[in-house]
């Protein structure tokens, strides 16, 4: 099993949907947890750390469920420009490296 | 934030051959990270530069195939040596979000040196 599993997608959504991606992970120890984004051929960039309560940014949402060793991105009214790859990063703590998923793509189209 | 100059952003080299990346930071930063992101694939930890001793690499990469270098706080390069195909890839240098309360995972990335092998 991988450390970090995410379905590459593509999501195919119109603007204006609601979309959601769930990524997993295996080490159950893990401490932290983010996603990431990723445009074509451009460098990733931290979309929002995800923490245990859940947090919200606008029309992001990200959750935590550490029973289920899975976190979720949750993108509401999707605009073109949210066309990119959503990448899923775990820290498994205790000194390790980041771990990172291979990334779902979205295409919002008109 | 962090701004990272990285250098080249692309270059197609011949097989046997080696390419040095750079890669500048606009603070001082203890850790600089080298990623490698192939095609289709998710990015890769090669090493963590720091400044004043050796690098640390990771599993499966070595510094005979990926010298690295860090002679102050806010530079590093890394060498890509007697490249073969299987080394096209982009490679990305990276610092952690500075400040108090940054957690560890909070990065940022240079734009990245896509490097095609012939």
């Known amino acids: 099993r991988k450390e970090v599993e995410q379905d590459p997608g593509p999501f195919n959504v119109p603007e204006g949907a609601t979309v959601a991606f769930n990524c997993t992970y295996s080490?159950?120890?893990?401490?932290?947890f983010f996603w990431y984004r990723q445009d074509c051929r451009k460098e990733p960039k931290l979309l929002m750390s995800?923490?245990?309560s859940g947090n919200e940014d606008g029309r992001f949402t990200a959750q935590l469920n550490r029973a289920s060793q899975y976190i979720s991105l949750l993108i509401r009214d999707s605009k073109l420009s949210d066309s990119a790859t959503y990448l899923c990063v775990v820290n498994p703590g205790s000194f390790q490296k980041l771990v990172f998923g291979t990334g779902t793509r979205l295409l919002v189209s008109p | 934030s962090a701004v990272i100059s990285q250098k080249p952003s692309r270059d197609i080299c011949q097989r046997g051959t080696s390419l040095t990346i750079q890669c500048q930071v606009d603070s001082q930063v203890t850790m600089m990270f080298w990623y490698r992101q192939q095609p289709g694939q998710s990015l890769t930890l090669i090493a963590t530069a720091n400044q004043g001793s050796e690098a640390t690499y990771e599993s499966g990469f070595v510094i005979d195939k990926f010298p690295i270098s860090r002679p102050n706080l806010t530079f590093s390069t890394l060498t890509v040596s007697n490249m073969s195909p299987e080394d096209s890839s982009i490679y990305l240098c990276?610092?952690?979000?500075?400040?108090?309360?940054?957690?560890?995972?909070?990065?940022?990335f240079g734009e990245g040196s896509r490097l095609t092998v012939l």
């Open positions: 995800v923490y245990s």
């Open positions: 080490n159950s120890a893990s401490q932290s």
């Open positions: 990276s610092v952690e979000r500075p400040g108090q309360g940054a957690r560890n995972g909070e990065l940022f």
